[in-house]
């Protein structure tokens, strides 16, 4: 079981918006900063926001990171096919060792 | 741009030790902005993280894996390395190595991996 909750799955279609969500507690998102990944079976995952709301050079804006409290969000809108993969949040944890959650598929229908 | 690249066993026996060695390309792992990480993914779970090393050599461990976990760095290959004792079926996993930033600010800490190796599969098996 992940120390990190995310939704096991969402969907949406095409053009649509869907958020993601992050659960955590006081001792790692409630403090620390918060970053997501998409990951592609068979492919190495891809860093999509960092610091809670940053995104990387090459990441469009149809991708965005929020955070309150011990809890964060992936939004992301203008939904296409190949949006579909498992997304990861992660953070680092007062036990002093990073920690992630258990991933969400989207799927676009 | 910096690329990583795992490789060792695909099969190790239950009671052995699994070893994988990650080689960096474009860049030099003694950098010392980095750390230098291993992340696996066990069938149907989340990401685990596994662990790091600082370029000082520094090491931080999952707590639940800390009694089991070695990782190591050669900075003359430009690689890191990474050994977990007494395996089970439980340790299956695609292990993939990893680079990530971190920050420690007053009341928090900043915490990302923005380079990912592919990832090999590793089944532990009799």
């Known amino acids: 079981q992940s120390v990190l909750t995310q939704p096991p799955s969402v969907s949406a279609a095409p053009g649509q918006k869907v958020t993601i969500s992050c659960s955590g507690s006081s001792s790692n998102i409630g403090n620390n900063y918060v970053s997501w990944y998409q990951h592609l079976p068979g492919t190495a995952p891809k860093l999509l926001i960092y610091d809670n709301n940053k995104r990387p050079s090459g990441i469009p804006d149809r991708f965005s990171g929020s955070k309150s409290g011990t809890s964060a969000t992936l939004g992301i809108t203008g939904l296409q096919t190949g949006d579909e993969a498992d997304y990861y949040c992660?953070?680092?944890?007062?036990?002093?060792?990073?920690?992630f959650g258990g991933g969400t598929k989207l799927t676009v229908l | 741009q910096v690329q990583l690249q795992e490789s060792g066993p695909g099969l190790v026996k239950p009671s052995q030790t699994l070893s994988l060695t990650c080689t960096v390309s474009?860049?030099?792992?003694?950098?010392?902005?980095?750390?230098w990480s291993w992340i696996r993914q066990t069938a149907g779970k989340g990401l685990e993280w596994v662990g790091r090393?600082?370029?000082?050599?520094?090491?931080n461990y999952n707590p639940s894996l800390k009694s089991r976990v070695t990782i190591s760095l050669d900075t003359v290959k430009n690689q890191f390395s990474l050994k977990l004792s007494s395996v089970t079926a439980a340790d299956t996993a695609v292990y993939y190595c990893?680079?990530?930033?971190?920050?420690?600010?007053?009341?928090?800490?900043?915490?990302?991996?923005?380079?990912w190796g592919k990832g090999t599969t590793v089944t532990v098996s009799s």
């Open positions: 992660g953070t680092w944890d007062s036990s002093l060792s990073a920690v």
């Open positions: 990893a680079r990530d930033r971190f920050f420690a600010a007053p009341h928090s800490y900043y915490y990302y991996v923005d380079v």
């Open positions: 090393i600082y370029p000082s050599g520094s090491t």
């Open positions: 474009g860049g030099s792992i003694s950098t010392g902005s980095y750390y």
